[in-house]
């Protein structure tokens, strides 16, 4: 079995707005993980199959380049919400006169526009009719996705985003390294 992987590097902030603590496990019921906050994060795909290609290659490392101005050019440095975070309408309706502000996060959600990647919804832009600057910097530095973006559901959005794109059994897993000293790992 011949195995390969690559790395990418991202810089993004999020928030686990569902974070909730066991005392007695963590030694504190302090949810940090509820504010937003910052990672220098390592993307790995690991990749795998029987047999090698005509050039002697499981795959070119360059037929990845397409996931890196992805994550490059979506991720990098942006802040990443879940769609249903509390935060998220809160965010909106800054940028927005008060008579355009969202009621609810319903509300909300019917006006995202799902950016599509391989053909398939994965996260949300805003369309924001502000024309100041600033409005359009915060909203601009927003990805939403369906899911609490954890380590572990990064993963599984990433690894089914690389699995779809190269259309074949021969993406293993994603991980996703918040830190040095953590690691998340989606495998098939």
Avoid at 88 to 108: E, G, I, M, Y
């Amino acid at each position: 079995m011949y195995k390969i992987s690559k790395q990418f590097e991202l810089c993004y902030a999020h928030r686990v707005w569902t974070q909730d603590l066991c005392a007695e496990l963590s030694d504190n019921s302090v949810c940090k993980c509820k504010q937003n906050h910052g990672h220098n994060s390592i993307i790995t795909v690991e990749l795998q199959r029987e047999y090698l290609n005509n050039q002697g290659m499981l795959l070119d490392y360059v037929n990845l380049n397409w996931f890196k101005k992805f994550v490059d050019g979506h991720l990098d440095h942006k802040t990443i919400l879940d769609v249903q975070d509390p935060w998220t309408l809160d965010f909106v309706n800054a940028t927005r006169p008060v008579s355009k502000q969202f009621k609810t996060p319903k509300d909300l959600n019917k006006s995202l526009k799902p950016k599509l990647i391989n053909g398939q919804q994965e996260y949300f832009i805003i369309d924001t009719p502000s024309d100041k600057p600033h409005h359009q910097e915060l909203i601009n530095g927003l990805v939403l996705v369906p899911f609490v973006p954890t380590s572990e559901n990064l993963c599984k959005w990433l690894f089914n985003m690389v699995s779809w794109k190269l259309r074949g059994n021969i993406v293993q897993a994603v991980s996703f390294s918040e830190t040095p000293k953590t690691l998340a790992v989606y495998s098939k």
